[in-house]
């Protein structure tokens, strides 16, 4: 081959690789010029729910940069438009008011937790618009709306659903175990938990023999947890916020909390820095999760997601490994977004009709709603705290730590029981 | 002439605000005008016992909270209207302002401070443990699409709002320019000297506690059903007792509108910034501006004006 | 579910978290109780010094309780100057009661915002090697995590109450209080007194910050949940009395505990501050005021 050939065939090359990039960048050019498509929410940046509102919004972002980057929906690009509600419900019904009026958004997603989505479910429903929300707990309960769709894995009932999966794990313990205590803290999630412990111990023939709650603000749980072993319970059932957990798991601790099977409701222990510090004392414990590093849930996409969650967390204070909320958040756009490119419009009544029968391929697996906007089967997964380190928050980077023992199906060890003898 | 001129504004305002639901006006400004109203009404109920006697409340949250959950209780128990429900909720509150104001007025000013604190957290404790108004878990309260002639609820909320906000302006003033009003500016100066010369100060302590009950119950009476759910930690939220001390102080605690002015200026500063910033810096700008004016102007913006007026005119 | 043991335990328990509210109290007891001074932000004061022994101990391991007394020292510089600004602001003008607390509303914000823009809101721990252990006595088991702080704040009230009782500044401190034109005569300067006086008072919130995150995680706006009983504690103690703090906070330590333990814990504020607003109807000066 002459040198002329050869040069000619390299210009070539480097002229077709040339148009190759620009073809690949004609897309999101060509989306960046239309009109973008916006989805409004409120979220709690700061206040008490902050922790997990700004986790959240992490996750919205990477998932808009990644739709973006894939040319948009519809060919337009997503823009959010969203403001800080504060955890203070009185100021939801305004910023949805503000996002549907004045900002004039497409498609509006819920803020996190039952407290601020309530407040925005009047306004949304007399706009009869899609509302994908985030975390709440049997909201749809006193609403009946028909377009709402809760990304959180409860289940159809969810009240119950939520720790059906603790009791049937306990019941299959050798001896069956017959007593439980349930305590809860006086906040609206956590009696709801416990509410649902409560229905559930009975259904089995469970005998309650400790049934109280405590303010969230208790500093010191000793006397909780030595009240608990005075009545000497096979099972406890905890329904609680980060502070508290920490405070439970700490107390049951240095009391030596005797019970066969200890956890439940736990909010908090799903956090790498609550994990890291508390360490060993969490070993043994069983309670709810919604995703863990286990090899039976590497669904798709997740791991890739979580490492750009990783990066994007760093520095900003939220949870640093995101295993808990953040997947979720992902997931609940996701789910928008793919009815949005299915039925290649934004009528709402058309994406509510797709939403209620599709299953979505998600980062947290398959999603498939029931008929009131809850999972169709509950997905509350029951994990126990195995072989943990102290003071390490990348062991639970990764597999074994949080083995999960329920449901059947993303079952991924044995359980350990007792607890503590 | 004054009088009717102050009545006439009144009026005036009520009706502006019965001709915005008639136009087609974005159903946000109901929503905001709402939280700023709502506000309005904590600040001037706070000002008549803090401002015009020097008796500072630190519980207001509890009287809001307390407001609240009457009319939900009420609308659970009988479904009563919300005229009822409002009236209900200021006979309970203005009660307990009366049995707070009789066990420890008699007391320091810092006592009695405390005395509120105590009793907010000795009421939550007691909703948080009520399990017929929901308890900690909170309740849903679900509102009819339309109401009356209102095209949608937030118009008819936002109505009532303005009508108690304008009712709860003319009672403070009558209050403030009245012997009751003196009486109650003579007990702020020098409480001794004022009982020395005749002042029937403890009474006139409970009626101001009494009407600042009252009034704060009135703000929280609708509160149920302009956020559909209610727990007690939102109803006694820390930011309800934070406003309402920090309006009247920047507007200016010696004068009735002092109070308006400060919440309709930090209520609309607020929204706004909500909308606009929208981040931690919202709440900083809140702590820094009451800082700020705190420092720079302790008699509010009416205390400036007035010295601006006296430079003026002299 | 009454047995010996539960009430032995709760009684324990009840001492050893009466201790960490008087730590938390004791700087108020001071600000509020003898200086007048009603400084809202203190539990925020008590935050910072959280995220100081956090910051400290994760860097460097070193002991909260150490970090705390180590950084005291600039606590007592800052809250100096903050009571500079207070005394421009207020004092001087005679408007201190109402403005001043507004302008510690502000403070609080502030704090807490600063927090959040720089630390984030995720829950922070401290980790040390006597977190999780229990020393059992008899039926009587005693957890370290509430010893530390407990035996750390007994130590703390002692000496301050030593240094205003036997030093010449801590009389004038109790003086000021008292009767501001005496020390005048005498020859003392009240702003000086009152300003070191809560530089003294902010910088024990060094050390109870340091025992805050002993016991539990802490994230920016924890403190709120201290301010009703810090207040309660000053108020029951008698208004300044630094012994009437201490026991005041060992009393309200005791109730929540006991009632934790036999009534079910979710009483246990209506208890508490039952209590307190009993006091102030039948006994206004607190329990161990002067009347």
Not at chain 2, 189 to 215: F, H, I, Q, W, Y
Request: proline share 5%.
């Amino acid at each position: 081959m002459s040198d002329t050939l050869k040069g000619m065939l390299h210009f070539t090359g480097r002229v077709l690789g040339a148009l190759a990039i620009a073809l690949a960048l004609a897309g999101p050019v060509a989306a960046q010029e239309k009109k973008p498509i916006k989805i409004g929410f409120s979220m709690a940046l700061t206040g008490g729910l902050a922790g997990a509102g700004k986790a959240a919004l992490i996750a919205m972002e990477i998932w808009r940069d990644d739709v973006n980057k894939k040319g948009g929906l519809l060919g337009r690009p997503v823009e959010f438009v969203y403001y800080d509600d504060a955890t203070q419900p009185a100021k939801v019904p305004g910023i949805y008011s503000k996002l549907l009026d004045v900002d004039k958004v497409d498609l509006v997603v819920s803020s996190y937790g039952t407290n601020e989505i309530a407040p925005a479910m009047p306004i949304v429903m007399r706009k009869k618009l899609v509302f994908p929300s985030l975390f709440g707990l049997a909201v749809n309960d006193e609403f009946n709306y028909d377009r709402y769709f809760q990304i959180m894995p409860a289940g159809p009932k969810p009240k119950t659903d939520w720790s059906g999966g603790f009791f049937e794990l306990a019941l299959a313990q050798k001896p069956r175990p017959t007593t439980i205590a349930i305590v809860a803290a006086d906040a609206e999630f956590a009696l709801n938990a416990a509410a649902g412990a409560r229905e559930n111990a009975k259904k089995f023939g469970l005998k309650i023999v400790y049934d109280r709650t405590y303010p969230p603000a208790t500093t010191d749980f000793t006397p909780i947890v030595r009240a608990i072993q005075a009545t000497n319970p096979d099972i406890v059932y905890v329904g609680s916020y980060p502070p508290d957990s920490t405070g439970m798991v700490k107390a049951a601790n240095e009391v030596g909390l005797k019970t066969k099977l200890f956890g439940g409701g736990m909010v908090g222990l799903q956090f790498a820095a609550i994990q890291k510090n508390l360490g060993p004392m969490l070993n043994g414990i069983v309670n709810y999760d919604f995703w863990v590093p286990e090899p039976t849930l590497k669904f798709p996409g997740v791991e890739q997601f979580l490492a750009k969650y990783k990066e994007a967390a760093k520095d900003k204070g939220v949870d640093p490994l995101g295993h808990y909320l953040p997947p979720y958040a992902y997931a609940y756009l996701e789910v928008l977004g793919q009815s949005v490119e299915a039925v290649k419009s934004l009528d709402q009544a058309k994406l509510a009709a797709h939403m209620h029968k599709t299953t979505f391929d998600t980062v947290v697996g398959k999603v498939k709603f029931g008929k009131n906007g809850e999972w169709e089967r509950s997905r509350v997964l029951f994990v126990q705290f195995r072989d943990v380190k102290p003071d390490n928050l990348e062991q639970f980077a990764g597999p074994g730590k949080r083995v999960v023992l329920h449901p059947k199906e993303w079952k991924s060890g044995d359980i350990v029981y007792p607890y503590k003898k | 002439m004054k009088i009717s001129v102050f009545w006439g504004s009144i009026a005036l305002v009520f009706l502006a605000g019965l001709g915005l639901t008639q136009t087609a006006v974005n159903p946000y400004y109901f929503n905001a005008l709402y939280v700023i109203l709502q506000a309005t009404i904590m600040a001037v109920a706070w000002n008549i016992l803090g401002g015009f006697t020097g008796y500072v409340n630190f519980g207001s949250a509890a009287f809001f909270a307390v407001g609240a959950y009457t009319s939900i209780a009420l609308d659970k128990a009988l479904g009563l209207p919300l005229p009822l429900l409002i009236l209900a909720a200021a006979a309970v509150c203005g009660l307990i302002g009366l049995g707070v104001g009789y066990l420890t007025l008699r007391l320091k000013g810092v006592y009695f401070a405390i005395a509120t604190l105590a009793m907010a957290i000795v009421i939550e404790t007691f909703v948080n443990n009520w399990s017929y108004v929901g308890g900690a878990r909170g309740v849903y309260i679900l509102t009819p699409e339309k109401h009356l002639w209102f095209d949608t609820y937030i118009e008819m909320l936002f109505v009532v709002m303005l009508g108690l906000t304008l009712a709860a302006v003319a009672i403070s003033r009558q209050l403030n320019s009245s012997r009751l009003g003196r009486g109650l500016a003579a007990i702020r100066d020098d409480e001794l000297a004022a009982e020395c010369a005749g002042v029937p100060t403890l009474r006139l302590k409970l009626v101001s506690t009494t009407v600042m009950g009252a009034m704060m119950g009135v703000a929280g009476a609708p509160y149920p059903f302009f956020v559909t759910f209610v727990d007690p930690i939102s109803a006694f939220n820390l930011f309800v007792a934070v406003n309402a001390i920090a309006m009247p102080m920047i507007g200016g605690t010696a004068h009735w509108i002092g109070p308006v002015i400060g919440a309709l200026l930090v209520g609309s500063l607020q929204e706004i910034i909500t909308v606009t910033i929208s981040s931690e810096l919202n709440v900083l700008l809140v702590g820094i501006m009451l800082v700020l004016f705190i420092t720079l102007a302790p008699q509010g913006i009416v205390g400036l004006a007035q010295k601006l007026h006296r430079r003026i005119f002299r | 579910m009454f047995s010996f043991d539960l009430l032995a335990n709760g009684l324990v328990a009840g001492i050893l978290l009466g201790g960490f509210y008087a730590a938390v109290a004791i700087g108020l007891a001071i600000t509020f109780g003898q200086l007048d001074i009603v400084n809202i932000a203190h539990p925020a004061f008590v935050i910072v010094g959280s995220y100081i022994a956090w910051i400290l101990n994760s860097r460097l391991g070193l002991d909260p309780v150490l970090i705390g007394v180590m950084v005291a020292p600039v606590f007592f510089f800052v809250g100096a100057a903050i009571y500079r600004i207070y005394y421009a602001a207020f004092e001087r003008t005679g408007q201190e009661s109402l403005s001043g607390l507004a302008f510690f509303f502000g403070v609080m914000f502030i704090i807490e915002v600063a927090l959040i823009l720089v630390y984030g809101v995720d829950y922070r721990l401290v980790t040390t090697g006597y977190i999780g252990k229990t020393i059992e006595i008899g039926v009587v088991g005693i957890p370290l995590r509430m010893a530390v702080p407990f035996l750390v704040a007994s130590a703390l009230t002692a000496g301050i109450y030593l240094y205003l009782s036997r030093t010449f500044m801590g009389r004038a401190i109790l003086a000021v209080a008292q009767d501001r034109l005496a020390l005048q005569l005498m020859g003392a300067d009240p702003v000086r007194i009152k300003q070191f006086a809560f530089g003294l008072a902010i910088a024990t919130t060094a050390v109870a910050g340091a025992l805050l995150i002993i016991i539990g995680p802490v994230e920016p706006s924890v403190g709120r949940q201290y301010i009703g009983r810090v207040f309660a504690i000053v108020v029951l103690g008698g208004m300044g009395s630094i012994p009437g703090m201490f026991i005041a906070a060992m009393i309200l330590g005791v109730a929540e505990s006991l009632v934790a333990s036999f009534m079910g814990p979710s009483w246990a504020p209506a208890v508490a501050f039952g209590l307190l607003l009993l006091t102030l109807a039948v006994r206004p000066s607190g329990l161990f005021g002067r009347q």
